[in-house]
Structures are given as structure tokens and as C-alpha cells.
């Protein structure tokens, strides 16, 4: 018997620094799709996993089949899995992420904005300013710090790709 499965599946082969700054968007599309996800080992779907049925972890291609052959033998963990993805995928239903963002909005950004504008109307405070270029030079400072470190690490990774390709 030939059955079919439509399913989501995200890996990625990436240096853990960069990983670690990928948002979850294709776990909670595929709950947003109503179809189960398989996913590879990013901080991002770890977080968001509350149980076996948010998503199917994969590591390697053989994992990958071995899941597909799993929910195409097993049509009752596939459905589970739509139903699990069917409640998480509420909270970031439009409505939900529209609320969230309402809130920031409204809750954070306009009052912060209206305090600003009162302590600016005052006059440029001269410590602030230099707090603020201190801030400045060190987010550069850090942007450049971390684009060095994905570097070494994407070159490590290559390294030992290379390197298990010449021992097999």
C-alpha cells in the first residue's frame, strides 16, 4: 500500500554560532501548514519543543527517511502531530503575533518614545551622548567579533568535512 505525507523538513549544516540566531520559522509554519515537521538540531526548534509531537528530530538523510517510512507506517502519529500543531500554531496565529506586537507597541515603544522626546526637548545631555557612541563602538566591536568567530567556525567545519571524506 502506497501512502503519502505532507510534511516540512528543515536541516541545515551551519556553524553553531550562526544556529544560534536562526529564528523557529519553519517549525511554526509547519504548525501554521498543518503538517508535521522534521527538523534538524537548532537551539531555536529545542526551545520552542514541548514534546515528541511538535516535531521529528533528523540529523543525517538516512534519519530523514527513516522518519518519512515512521509517519507513512504509523498514520495515527501523523495525525497527533497535526492536531499538536494545530494548538501550538494558535499562538502565532496573525491574531496572536498582531496582539503581541500591540502590545510592544503600545506598552514599550510609545511610551519609551514620549519619555525620549521629553528628556531631548530638554537639550543633548553630553553623558548621554557619550554612552551612546560607547554603545555604538561596542555593537560594532561585537558584530565584528561574531562574524570572526562563524568564520572559524564554518572553516573548522570544513576542515573535518574534508578531513572525514579522505579517511572513509
Not at 504509523?74 to 500543531?85: K, Q, S
Request: aromatic fraction near 8%; proline fraction near 5%; charged fraction near 20%.
Amino acid at each position: 500500500m502506497q501512502t503519502c505525507a505532507s510534511l516540512a523538513l528543515g536541516y541545515r549544516h551551519e556553524a553553531p554560532t550562526m544556529l544560534a540566531f536562526k529564528p523557529a520559522s519553519k517549525l511554526i509554519n509547519a504548525w501554521l501548514a498543518e503538517v508535521p515537521a522534521l527538523l534538524g538540531p537548532e537551539p531555536a526548534y529545542q526551545n520552542l519543543r514541548r514534546s515528541q509531537l511538535d516535531y521529528l528530530a533528523v540529523d543525517s538523510a538516512h534519519d530523514v527517511v527513516t522518519q518519512v517510512k515512521y509517519l507513512q507506517t504509523r498514520p495515527d502519529v501523523h495525525r497527533a502531530m497535526i492536531a499538536n500543531g494545530i494548538e501550538r500554531g494558535a499562538e502565532f496565529s496573525t491574531e496572536a503575533v498582531r496582539k503581541m506586537w500591540l502590545d510592544w507597541l503600545c506598552g514599550e515603544v510609545v511610551p519609551g518614545y514620549l519619555q525620549w522626546r521629553r528628556g531631548h526637548m530638554a537639550g543633548v545631555n553630553p553623558i548621554r551622548l557619550a554612552g551612546f557612541i560607547g554603545q555604538v563602538t561596542a555593537q560594532k566591536l561585537a558584530a565584528k567579533s561574531f562574524r570572526g568567530a562563524v568564520a572559524r567556525e564554518l572553516a573548522t567545519l570544513a576542515q573535518s568535512k574534508r578531513h572525514g571524506a579522505t579517511s572513509r
